[in-house]
């Protein structure tokens, strides 16, 4: 097993090189889903500013960088959107609402 079950982290392997990334990986993923609180769940097209941090339920029509991630929490990361699949019990305080 690579990574824990419900949020995907990724585990540090014994002799694994750099370390370092799968830690920050499994940090970046925390900082995405833990306490999550999203932006908007209806836009279908990724905003053409997004800042460090934001966090949006992609809508049912999705466009551009999200195309294929309806209903995914999309999350802007170090200049990139990184998609994480929502599993059963997940909340998310939606702001816009």
């Known amino acids: ?3 824990t079950t419900n949020l995907l982290l990724p585990f540090i392997m014994p002799a694994q090189a750099q370390k370092f990334l799968a830690h920050n990986t499994a940090l970046q993923v925390l900082n995405a889903l833990v306490m999550l609180s999203v932006k908007d769940r209806t836009l279908s097209a990724p905003p053409s500013t997004p800042a460090e941090g934001d ?4 809508g049912p029509s999705p466009n551009g960088a999200w ?13 990139t959107w990184a998609f994480f699949t929502p599993q059963d019990g997940w909340l998310a305080w939606c702001v816009a609402e």
């Open 67 to 79: 195309v294929g991630k309806a209903g995914v929490v999309a999350s802007w990361q170090a200049g």
């Open 55 to 58: 966090r949006h339920i992609v």
């Open 1 to 3: 097993m690579d990574s």
